[in-house]
């Protein structure tokens, strides 16, 4: 299996333009998780989906921040407009089962630099 | 907050050493889970312990729970240098809660 994928791995923009980050969960997982790293608030979870269905979204910062799972391959968290303070590494996990606090498996992150 | 929290905040030993990383929480958990993260890498998971068991082992890894004093400790014996990492625990709520994770620890373990 190729682990969860996910693109861009780097990505450079500047204040006001849209960002989309991707992902693509291991086949047959169902749960699905975005998380964003930043060294003074470490990891964060976002929201994360059950069988494509969002389920907690407390963690999205602002209406600026939204995600989609259209289906159970692909998830997509979108930020409009970007801001400087978004700059992090942004994480897409997924997991076998529905609940959300068992074992999940990251992919390698998407690097988000907004100038 | 059930957020664990790992202490020391880094750790330098020489390789052969053993490492000994710990994690509190606050509250009741399900299960604490363990992650290694590389330096521009994702998280890769290690170890799960539930809440029912006070030890568990595998390979050079050895965690222990102690639910009456909301701690963990992670033990990695006969270090070497491709431990070196960010370790991570990870509590799993009982009321059907998310994972929380703690800050980590940063392990540098010298050739």
């Known amino acids: 299996d190729a682990g969860v994928i996910q693109s861009p791995r780097h990505e450079v923009t500047e204040m006001g333009q849209e960002v989309t980050l991707r992902c693509k969960p291991i086949s047959g997982h169902n749960s699905l998780f975005w998380y964003r790293q930043t060294m003074m608030r470490g990891l964060e979870l976002l929201i994360y989906f059950n069988n494509n269905v969002p389920i907690d979204d407390s963690g999205m910062p602002e209406d600026r921040f939204s995600a989609k799972m259209p289906n159970a391959s692909f998830s997509t968290l979108k930020i409009q407009p970007s801001e400087p303070r978004d700059s992090a590494v942004y994480f897409c996990a997924s997991a076998l089962d529905r609940a959300a606090r068992g074992t999940q498996y990251f992919g390698p992150g998407t690097r988000l630099l907004v100038l | 907050s059930q957020q664990g929290e790992e202490d020391p905040q880094a750790l330098s030993i020489q390789e052969g050493e053993n490492a000994t990383m710990n994690c509190s929480y606050k509250t009741s958990i399900n299960n604490l889970q363990w992650y290694r993260q590389n330096s521009g890498r994702g998280l890769v998971h290690l170890i799960l312990?539930?809440?029912?068991?006070r030890e568990k082992h595998s390979g050079r890894l050895r965690v222990t729970l102690d639910t009456s004093k909301k701690s963990s400790s992670l033990l990695i014996t006969a270090s070497r240098a491709a431990d070196t990492a960010s370790y991570f625990c990870a509590t799993g709520g009982n009321q059907g809660g998310k994972l929380i994770f703690g800050q980590g620890t940063e392990l540098s373990v010298k050739p």
């Open positions: 312990i539930r809440s029912n068991e």
